[in-house]
């Protein structure tokens, strides 16, 4: 299936911050604590993702690439 191809060979971004910042955010943003993960986690690629991404790093977040999404050889 065409599904199971979705860019495998990438590791996945993902913005990594504060405990209780991702509530912050959604609270400051009037939009849910959902919305705010999956900006952070490049699930959403909307203005608004965009937008609160650029937030969470000015705030602190930092940007890394998860190699707990990659399959691990062991």
């Known amino acids: 299936s065409e599904s199971g191809k979705l860019k495998s060979n990438n ?42 991404r650029k937030v969470a790093i000015e705030r602190g977040g930092v940007e890394i690439k998860d190699p707990t999404s990659q399959k691990q050889s062991v």
Do not use: P
Not at 23 to 34: H, M, P, Y
Not at 38 to 43: G, H, V, Y
């Open 11 to 52: 590791m996945k971004k993902r913005i990594v911050v504060d405990r209780g910042m991702i509530s912050q955010i959604s609270k400051d943003f009037k939009v849910t604590r959902q919305a705010v993960y999956k900006a952070l986690t490049f699930d959403s690629d909307s203005d608004k993702a965009r937008m609160l």
